[in-house]
Every structure is written in structure tokens, then in C-alpha cells.
């Protein structure tokens, strides 16, 4: 077999398309979503080699227009989850063996491919299945997971040349290799992206995964599926159930096999998984990784030497971008009250110009919330903003979910810091904003780190260093990524890593070599050229 020291391709970051009037992917990704829209798909689980329809389906239906069915997909029972097991286990033994260049060219050609022939499929089916506009989707389906697979096959390199000192009588080597078992990924509605690398990174070195989408995101998952299959991803390695998230979970929890879980989604849940993993860690081959991203209650916090028309943009667009379904969304704001009046001003103004509606419409800046659980969510804290005499609703507040799930941009303010949509997290498109007196810079920033029990992401807005600095140092435990003069959203892989601590989850960092090295289990080897063959030292003579 050939050999070689291989150089991978450079990873670059995919460029963001436009969609400008007339450009050729508008066209496109339009008469894609058409088509998409109007076709009614079948998704089967996939274990190993068969694509098993069980009978018992659930409807896939688009957030901004519920009534429309765009399919269904199959539930598993635990027999099937039990089956996707022992398909995993199996396929380990070809795929954990197989030379890593060879993975590498897998998950390269899936990066190609939704750059290419898929990127007008997987950005239109994030479109209709979350409710995302153009924009949002290209950034996130097409973009991010390009990303993601290109830095990771690079990462990956840079991990396995990670290598120990050596001398010329002992040569020191380190191999990573995957874990002994499988691994589990559940995976969120809000990223089409994250969906796909968290099983993906996995995979890449050298894991079987069992991969558990959200309900919510059957429909551009089963693009994923797709993608994977026509890069060459063999059966058994990524195998896909649907269904009870409890059933499938505590059977996976159950076998002696589990060796990791990559999870995104809400903290308590997380909590659980913990728990769960806990009360079963007699039973494991292995002590099994927990990797995950949980919530936010992310801030933004304007000095008063701030750009009013800087920050009022960081609002709206880390706020009301997605409808706020972002674990990185700004849902908490601290203004001074030397700012206040040009703040409110301007978003009064801004807000006004923001259209809602569906994503086929690119005028579109807000679209509908994911499900009618979290719209029934959204609005009860609305009315109870509205109702309450330390806050109030001073812009937005209109909710309607006949046609879709739709929640207006909603500006909340509040006398009370510690208010209670300024300490839970809400998934949505609200901001609830505080104002400060100008003298208490220093107990505001104090105020932030103590609020939330989260800590995933945060911004300041200061045009005075000396602000920023101490911004920076105060609030260095409550944001596991801080931006300067910019909206608490948007990491980019390769730039940013992702993820925050506290309550927010293990700070693995997506998008970085720290992710994938919680996927392998690292072996010392060492060789002795000229072997000892007296076990007497030199200290033991006269």
C-alpha cells in the first residue's frame, strides 16, 4: 500500500454569497424552495445499510406556514435504536482502521459538494424547515458547515502531528485514536450546520455515531443525509434515528458501549444527560465524554462614550436575526441613561422598517419561531411585560400564530435588573433592556456577571479603552465569547471558537482543534533501540 507524510488542502472559509436582485444563486436558491416546498418526502431512519420506514410518522410543517405538510418521517422504537448499536459497533471495526486520509477525503467531497450542487438544496430546505431567511441560512447550511468540514480535516492534522520528543535511542510516539465504543450526537433545530458537525467531527476521527436530529429539523437533515451518503460516508458509521428523545436516549445511556455524547440544546436537558450518565457510569467500558452547548442569556452593554448608531445595530441584528433563536442572541441590554434617548430613538426607527413574514419573500427580515410551544412561550412573557410594573413593552409585543408562528420584534424595558426576562432564557425575538446611571459604570458590569447563570456570549460597546479593558477583565467568566463594538453572534470556524462555560456547557469549542481532541483517546508508544539487558545501575556497585 502506498504511503506518505499528506498535506490536505488549505482551509479557507467559504465566501458569503449575496442573493442580490438577479444574481444567479437568488435564482436559484428561489426555484429550488419552489420545488421543495411542493414535494412531499419520505424520511426513513437509516441503520446501517437499510433505510427502515417503521410506520409510525410524525408530519414535517414549515414555522411561517403551519398548515403546509411537507412530508413525514419514521419514529423508532428501541428496537431500532438497540439495532443502530450494533450496526454502529460493527462498522467500527472497518472505519476505526481505515487510514485517515481516506476520512478525510470523505468529509473534504461533503464540503465540495454542498458548495456546489447542494448549496441551493440544503440553504432552501433550512429556509422552509426553520424559517430562516436567505441570509441566515447561507451563513449557517451553506457557509458554517463548509467551514466546519474543511477546518476540521485540518485540525485533525495538526492534532496527529502533535508528536513527543525524542532521542536517538528511543524513538517517543503519540497515536489518537478514536474512542472504544460509540458516540452519541443530538443535535438542534436553530443550525443546519451544528446538526451536521456534531456527528460529523466525530466520524472524522475515526467514531460511530448514532445521531438524534431534532424533530424541528428532520427536513434539511435528511439534506445532511444525503450529502453524507454521496461523499462516501459508508453504512454504519453515521446512523440516524427519530423519535421519543427520552426512549432513544436512555437506551443509548444503557449500553456498556457509550463512549461520548456531543450535544446541543437547552441546559436542562444537559443537566439530565449528566445525571443519567452518572447513575449508569458502573456499566461503561470507558468513562464516557460529555461534550456540550447548552444556553444563553446573552448581553450587550454600551459605555457611555458608545456610537449610539453602533450599538442600536448591535441590537437589532444580535437580537431580532433568526427571531432570536440563537444560543448567542442578545436578549439582555444595559444602556446608560446618557444614551438612552438616541437609543430608543433610533430602534424606534429601525424597528419600524423591519418586514415579517415568510423566508420565500427576501424583503423578509424576521420570519415565524420554530413551534407553537415556543411561540405560547414568548407570548406569555409578553403579556406578563405588559402587565407587570417594573417593565414594559415599548416596542413590538404583537404576536399571531394562525397562519404561522409569528412574534414581533419586541423591546422590553425594565426598572428591575434582575426582571425575570433579564435573567431566563427565552429563544426568541425579545430584548429586554436596562438603563443605568452613567456614574455606576463599574457595579453595571458587576450587575452582568451576577444576573444570569450562564455564560456563553456578551458584547460592550465603548469607544474608551481604558472602559474596554476593564470591561474585559470584569466580565471575563460570564461570556465564553466576547466581542468588542460588535453584535454577540456570528463566531466563524477557523476565527472564533464557539462556546461558553457556567450553566452554558463544557466550553469544547466547535470550530477548533480543543473539539476534536475530545474524540480521541491519545496512546503513548515507546520504542527502545538498544534494550537494557542487566537490571543492575551504576549506583549499586562499591
Same mark, same amino acid.
Given at each position: 500500500m502506498p504511503k506518505g507524510f499528506y498535506n490536505v488542502p488549505k482551509a479557507v472559509n467559504e465566501p458569503v454569497k449575496s442573493y442580490a436582485p438577479n444574481s444567479a444563486e437568488k435564482a436559484a436558491v428561489q426555484a429550488t424552495y419552489r420545488e421543495m416546498w411542493n414535494a412531499k418526502i419520505e424520511v426513513p431512519l437509516y441503520i446501517g445499510s437499510e433505510e427502515i420506514k417503521t410506520g409510525n410518522?410524525?408530519?414535517?410543517?414549515? /414555522?411561517?406556514?403551519?398548515?403546509?405538510?411537507?412530508g413525514h418521517y419514521h419514529l423508532a422504537e428501541k428496537s431500532h435504536v438497540e439495532k443502530a448499536i450494533a450496526n454502529a459497533l460493527e462498522?467500527?471495526?472497518q472505519w476505526a482502521?481505515? /487510514?485517515?486520509?481516506q476520512r478525510a477525503g470523505i468529509f473534504l467531497k461533503a464540503a465540495e459538494l454542498i458548495a456546489g450542487p447542494y448549496r441551493s438544496k440544503i440553504n432552501a430546505a433550512t429556509m422552509i424547515a426553520q424559517s430562516k431567511t436567505i441570509f441566515q441560512a447561507e451563513i449557517d447550511a451553506a457557509c458554517e458547515l463548509i467551514d466546519f468540514l474543511r477546518f476540521n480535516v485540518e485540525f485533525m492534522t495538526q492534532i496527529y502531528a502533535d508528536q513527543p520528543k525524542s532521542t536517538s535511542d528511543m524513538w517517543n510516539r503519540v497515536e489518537y485514536r478514536p474512542l472504544e465504543g460509540f458516540v452519541y450526537a443530538v443535535t438542534p433545530f436553530n443550525f443546519t450546520a451544528i446538526a451536521a458537525n456534531l456527528p460529523a467531527s466525530a466520524a472524522l476521527m475515526g467514531n460511530v455515531v448514532i445521531w438524534k436530529p431534532s424533530d424541528s429539523q428532520v427536513f434539511s437533515a435528511k439534506v445532511i443525509i444525503d450529502?453524507?451518503?454521496?461523499?462516501g460516508v459508508p453504512d454504519g458509521v453515521i446512523n440516524v434515528v427519530f423519535g421519543d428523545a427520552q426512549m432513544i436516549s436512555e437506551t443509548v445511556y444503557a449500553s456498556p458501549d457509550f463512549a461520548g455524547i456531543h450535544f446541543t440544546g437547552s441546559t436542562h436537558v444537559f443537566k439530565d444527560i449528566f445525571k443519567h450518565i +452518572?447513575?449508569?457510569?458502573e456499566i461503561y467500558k470507558t468513562y464516557p465524554r460529555i461534550v456540550g452547548e447548552t444556553g444563553g442569556k446573552d448581553f450587550i452593554v454600551a459605555h457611555p462614550s458608545a456610537n449610539v448608531r453602533q450599538v442600536v445595530t448591535g441590537i437589532i441584528r444580535g437580537a431580532f436575526e433568526f427571531q +432570536?433563536?440563537?444560543?448567542?442572541?442578545?436578549s439582555r441590554a444595559y444602556i446608560p441613561q446618557s444614551l438612552w434617548p438616541s437609543v430608543k430613538s433610533e430602534l424606534e426607527k429601525d424597528l419600524k422598517s423591519i418586514k415579517m413574514g415568510s423566508p420565500e419573500d427576501f424583503s423578509n427580515f424576521v420570519t415565524a419561531v420554530i413551534h407553537e410551544g415556543s411561540f405560547d412561550k414568548l407570548a406569555k412573557y409578553i403579556d406578563q411585560a405588559k402587565a407587570d410594573a417594573d417593565a414594559e413593552v415599548i416596542i413590538g409585543g404583537n404576536y399571531d400564530k394562525s397562519v404561522g408562528y409569528f412574534i414581533e420584534p419586541t423591546v422590553i424595558l425594565t426598572t428591575n435588573p434582575k426582571y425575570a426576562t433579564m435573567?431566563?432564557?427565552?429563544? +426568541? /425575538?425579545?430584548?429586554?433592556? #436596562?438603563?443605568?446611571e452613567d456614574a455606576k459604570w463599574a457595579e453595571t458590569l458587576k450587575l452582568v456577571d451576577e444576573t444570569s447563570p450562564y455564560a456563553l456570549t456578551g458584547a460592550i460597546f465603548s469607544q474608551d479603552r481604558y472602559a474596554i479593558n476593564e470591561a474585559t477583565k470584569a466580565l471575563e467568566n460570564c461570556a465564553g465569547n466576547f466581542y468588542i463594538n460588535d453584535k454577540p453572534t456570528g463566531a466563524v470556524v477557523g476565527m472564533q471558537p464557539f462556546g461558553g462555560a457556567r450553566a452554558s456547557g463544557t466550553n469544547d469549542k466547535a470550530g477548533s482543534a480543543q473539539n476534536l481532541l475530545r474524540w480521541v483517546s491519545p496512546r503513548t508508544i515507546k520504542e527502545t533501540f538498544v534494550t537494557p539487558v542487566? #537490571?543492575? #545501575? /551504576?549506583?549499586?556497585g562499591e
Amino acid at each position: 500500500m502506498p504511503k506518505g507524510f499528506y498535506n490536505v488542502p488549505k482551509a479557507v472559509n467559504e465566501p458569503v454569497k449575496s442573493y442580490a436582485p438577479n444574481s444567479a444563486e437568488k435564482a436559484a436558491v428561489q426555484a429550488t424552495y419552489r420545488e421543495m416546498w411542493n414535494a412531499k418526502i419520505e424520511v426513513p431512519l437509516y441503520i446501517g445499510s437499510e433505510e427502515i420506514k417503521t410506520g409510525n410518522t410524525r408530519n414535517m410543517t414549515p /414555522p411561517h406556514d403551519h398548515q403546509h405538510v411537507l412530508g413525514h418521517y419514521h419514529l423508532a422504537e428501541k428496537s431500532h435504536v438497540e439495532k443502530a448499536i450494533a450496526n454502529a459497533l460493527e462498522s467500527r471495526k472497518q472505519w476505526a482502521s481505515l /487510514p485517515w486520509e481516506q476520512r478525510a477525503g470523505i468529509f473534504l467531497k461533503a464540503a465540495e459538494l454542498i458548495a456546489g450542487p447542494y448549496r441551493s438544496k440544503i440553504n432552501a430546505a433550512t429556509m422552509i424547515a426553520q424559517s430562516k431567511t436567505i441570509f441566515q441560512a447561507e451563513i449557517d447550511a451553506a457557509c458554517e458547515l463548509i467551514d466546519f468540514l474543511r477546518f476540521n480535516v485540518e485540525f485533525m492534522t495538526q492534532i496527529y502531528a502533535d508528536q513527543p520528543k525524542s532521542t536517538s535511542d528511543m524513538w517517543n510516539r503519540v497515536e489518537y485514536r478514536p474512542l472504544e465504543g460509540f458516540v452519541y450526537a443530538v443535535t438542534p433545530f436553530n443550525f443546519t450546520a451544528i446538526a451536521a458537525n456534531l456527528p460529523a467531527s466525530a466520524a472524522l476521527m475515526g467514531n460511530v455515531v448514532i445521531w438524534k436530529p431534532s424533530d424541528s429539523q428532520v427536513f434539511s437533515a435528511k439534506v445532511i443525509i444525503d450529502v453524507f451518503r454521496e461523499a462516501g460516508v459508508p453504512d454504519g458509521v453515521i446512523n440516524v434515528v427519530f423519535g421519543d428523545a427520552q426512549m432513544i436516549s436512555e437506551t443509548v445511556y444503557a449500553s456498556p458501549d457509550f463512549a461520548g455524547i456531543h450535544f446541543t440544546g437547552s441546559t436542562h436537558v444537559f443537566k439530565d444527560i449528566f445525571k443519567h450518565i +452518572g447513575n449508569n457510569i458502573e456499566i461503561y467500558k470507558t468513562y464516557p465524554r460529555i461534550v456540550g452547548e447548552t444556553g444563553g442569556k446573552d448581553f450587550i452593554v454600551a459605555h457611555p462614550s458608545a456610537n449610539v448608531r453602533q450599538v442600536v445595530t448591535g441590537i437589532i441584528r444580535g437580537a431580532f436575526e433568526f427571531q +432570536g433563536q440563537k444560543c448567542s442572541a442578545a436578549s439582555r441590554a444595559y444602556i446608560p441613561q446618557s444614551l438612552w434617548p438616541s437609543v430608543k430613538s433610533e430602534l424606534e426607527k429601525d424597528l419600524k422598517s423591519i418586514k415579517m413574514g415568510s423566508p420565500e419573500d427576501f424583503s423578509n427580515f424576521v420570519t415565524a419561531v420554530i413551534h407553537e410551544g415556543s411561540f405560547d412561550k414568548l407570548a406569555k412573557y409578553i403579556d406578563q411585560a405588559k402587565a407587570d410594573a417594573d417593565a414594559e413593552v415599548i416596542i413590538g409585543g404583537n404576536y399571531d400564530k394562525s397562519v404561522g408562528y409569528f412574534i414581533e420584534p419586541t423591546v422590553i424595558l425594565t426598572t428591575n435588573p434582575k426582571y425575570a426576562t433579564m435573567e431566563t432564557e427565552l429563544f +426568541g /425575538p425579545v430584548i429586554t433592556i #436596562y438603563v443605568y446611571e452613567d456614574a455606576k459604570w463599574a457595579e453595571t458590569l458587576k450587575l452582568v456577571d451576577e444576573t444570569s447563570p450562564y455564560a456563553l456570549t456578551g458584547a460592550i460597546f465603548s469607544q474608551d479603552r481604558y472602559a474596554i479593558n476593564e470591561a474585559t477583565k470584569a466580565l471575563e467568566n460570564c461570556a465564553g465569547n466576547f466581542y468588542i463594538n460588535d453584535k454577540p453572534t456570528g463566531a466563524v470556524v477557523g476565527m472564533q471558537p464557539f462556546g461558553g462555560a457556567r450553566a452554558s456547557g463544557t466550553n469544547d469549542k466547535a470550530g477548533s482543534a480543543q473539539n476534536l481532541l475530545r474524540w480521541v483517546s491519545p496512546r503513548t508508544i515507546k520504542e527502545t533501540f538498544v534494550t537494557p539487558v542487566d #537490571y543492575r #545501575y /551504576p549506583f549499586l556497585g562499591e
